[in-house]
């Protein structure tokens, strides 16, 4: 890209976070003024501020990552990142390998040399996502929590469909397990994580670490998708305009599992796996305007009814992906302050 370009990119960015920031920090009653009529369904009511997100969405005609082609919307999600997540503070940041993969580390400000150590994958649909689109997520963690978080950046469809992003995700963990101290992580205080795609990873890492009896402490499940192979009642409801769409959905999915028989498998649908015994204790957050709401916490009850430890959290009135709204608004950044807390207190932070 020529310089002018950049530069005018750059300028553009500031410009649309500034406008957001400004409009997402107006008092209540202005943003309902400009939000429009309330959207209640299901008995919930959407936070008035995300829904003013949306809805300057539209009118700026911000495009979906889904109408464009992988190529364009890979930049486009770093690109949303960037507005909904800001500049967040955060003690010491540097880029680490992880065996074969890239990391990236992010210690609080207050960190001990040996502490909590959570290794987290990025959202994205195993199609969308890296390093970058999740950085101020990962700093906000972090900070708010006192753990050190490890962001861990896998292969992606359609160049590397299933078991690709699995089998990153395990080997991930492999690898801190082994060499915690380097990263400075406690070995007895390690967690798994993730958002929405990374959720499923997360899950299906803590799922074998608790077969093969490798340490995990806890782990945090932001809005996992569990079971690829049925479509709930809260796809029906929220799948559509409400930032993840069934369209999105669809798209990811014929790229990371080509073959529908495959959606059945637990490495991509956990929900359909066992329990195994001495499976670490687990947050399960959702959010009440999610798609995936529903397969979510049918997830935390099916290891609660196994006996294992789990805390289920619904965020009634956010959307899928609030965990990246961190640098505007108010309730997505609360409810996210909230996961933070749960993580500090999940690993003794």
Same mark, same amino acid.
């Given at each position: ?5 950049? =530069?005018?990119?750059?300028?553009d ?42 809805r ?21 999600l770093?690109?949303?990142? @960037? ?10 940041v540097?880029d ?14 207050k ?47 359609p ?7 699995? #089998? ?10 082994e060499?915690?101290?380097?990263v400075?992580? $406690? ?14 990873? @997360? ?14 402490? =806890? ?13 709930? +009642? ?15 959905? $669809?798209?990811?999915m014929?790229?990371?599992?080509? #073959? ?28 009440? =305007? ?5 397969e ?9 009814? @196994?006996? @294992? ?5 619904? =965020? ?21 302050? +909230? ?11």
């Amino acid at each position: 890209m020529p310089a002018g370009s950049t =530069f005018l990119a750059a300028a553009d960015l500031r410009v649309k976070a500034l406008t957001l920031r400004a409009a997402l920090g107006l008092p209540e009653a202005a943003q309902r003024r400009l939000a429009g009529r309330r959207i209640t369904i299901d008995g919930q009511t959407l936070a008035t501020d995300t829904q003013l997100l949306l809805r300057l969405q539209k009118v700026v005609r911000e495009p979906n990552t889904e109408s464009v082609p992988v190529e364009q919307g890979r930049p486009l999600l770093v690109k949303h990142a @960037a507005i909904a997540g800001g500049a967040q503070p955060i003690g010491a940041v540097r880029d680490v390998p992880v065996g074969d993969l890239r990391g990236r580390l992010f210690v609080p400000s207050k960190a001990v040399a040996s502490g909590p150590l959570l290794v987290f994958f990025h959202g994205g649909g195993w199609v969308y996502g890296d390093l970058d689109s999740h950085d101020p997520t990962c700093r906000f963690l972090a900070e708010r929590s006192g753990v050190r978080v490890l962001s861990v950046e896998y292969r992606l469809a359609p160049e590397h469909p299933f078991p690709a992003g699995y #089998d990153d995700a395990v080997a991930a963990y492999r690898w801190v397990v082994e060499h915690a101290a380097d990263v400075g992580g $406690d070995p007895t205080r390690l967690a798994v994580g993730g958002d929405s795609a990374g959720g499923t990873l @997360a899950a299906g890492a803590a799922l074998l670490a608790a077969r093969e009896g490798l340490p995990l402490a =806890f782990q945090l499940l932001v809005y996992p998708g569990t079971d690829a192979s049925t479509r709930t +009642e809260s796809k029906r409801l929220f799948g559509r305009d409400l930032y993840l769409t069934e369209l999105f959905m $669809d798209q990811v999915m014929a790229w990371y599992v080509p #073959d529908p028989a495959e959606r059945t498998d637990p490495r991509v649908s956990p929900l359909l796996d066992e329990v195994p015994a001495g499976l670490a204790p687990a947050y399960v957050a959702t959010a009440g =305007f999610d798609p995936l709401r529903d397969e979510g916490e049918a997830y935390a009850r099916k290891l609660a009814d @196994a006996g @294992a430890a789990v805390e289920l959290r619904r =965020f009634a009135d956010q959307i899928h992906g609030f965990l990246s709204v961190v640098g505007v608004g108010r309730t997505a950044r609360a409810a996210s302050a +909230e996961v933070a807390a749960a993580l500090a207190r999940g690993v003794g932070g």
